[in-house]
């Protein structure tokens, strides 16, 4: 196979829009991770935390649609004065109803709204103020809505910065009080001169019968690669 037909195969299972970026907002390599478990989640519903200007909501719902996803509603929530200047600026966001800007301070906006839209969350962005306070208030709020099993990715957990040393509590003190699997991103003892990312994946736990399930699921898996490696071995076709 040449680069091209691989190129070609790679597109066929999964695309990826044009990225921008700047301060302030997640990275490439973020978003490339962020667009493996959208594929992984198949989400009907996303949270962000933190939506500055727009890029990675924007991102969210290209990606969505470019591998017809669809039916995903995006909510996202910043203050009223960063939102306004966005919809002022901006065409995109009138134009894609499926992305509901919410107005107001977090996290009572992401409560209120959660309260009143009564739909469980997929996958939820956590990346708006960076302190102890605001992530732990924001995990809390999301964790009733959050489907079992499902994905919140924290940014800014860099646990080498102290500048960040708030996040990195807050997110470890939530998973452990809330049984949740963590995985940090880019967990590199990086010196202090470079200039680092970090991120940490939070995954809620399933319940027992789910796990029961996920777990003979994985046994039926290998027990029918051992019986289709058997019979291509003994029975040529
Ligand atoms: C790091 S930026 C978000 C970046 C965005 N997720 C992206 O990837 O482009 C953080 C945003 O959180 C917002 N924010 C901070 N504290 C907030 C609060 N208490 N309530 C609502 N929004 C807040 C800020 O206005 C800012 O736009």
Redesign the pocket.
């Known amino acids: 196979m040449n680069a091209v037909q691989t190129n070609k195969l790679i597109d066929q299972i999964v695309r990826f829009p044009k990225m921008a970026h700047?301060p302030?907002?997640?990275g490439y390599v973020e978003k490339i991770i962020i667009g493996q478990l959208l594929m992984i989640s198949q989400p009907k519903l996303i949270i962000?935390?933190?939506?500055?200007?727009?890029?990675?909501?924007r991102f969210l719902n290209e990606f969505i649609s470019l591998n017809k996803l669809g039916g995903c509603q995006i909510a996202t929530?910043?203050?009223p004065n960063?939102i306004n200047k966005l919809t002022e600026n901006s065409s995109y966001f009138k134009n894609n109803t499926e992305i509901e800007l919410v107005k107001?301070?977090?996290p009572e906006?992401l409560k209120n709204y959660l309260n009143e839209n009564q739909k469980p969350v997929d996958f939820a962005?956590v990346?708006?103020?960076?302190t102890y306070s605001?992530v732990l208030k924001e995990l809390k709020t999301i964790h009733p809505w959050l489907k079992d099993g499902g994905y919140i990715f924290c940014?800014?957990y860099r646990e080498n910065d102290p500048n960040y040393e708030g996040v990195v509590y807050a997110v470890d003190t939530f998973a452990k009080k809330f049984h949740y699997d963590i995985l940090p991103l880019n967990n590199s003892n990086l010196n202090a001169e470079e200039v680092v990312w970090g991120s940490a994946l939070l995954r809620k736990p399933l319940k027992k019968r789910q796990q029961r399930l996920k777990v003979i699921f994985y046994q039926l898996q290998v027990v029918y690669s051992l019986m289709a490696n058997t019979i291509k071995r003994y029975i040529p076709l």
């Open positions: 700047q302030g907002s997640i962000e935390t933190g939506t500055f200007h727009g890029q990675t909501t929530f910043d203050l960063v107001g301070w977090l906006s962005i990346d708006a103020l960076h605001a940014h800014d």
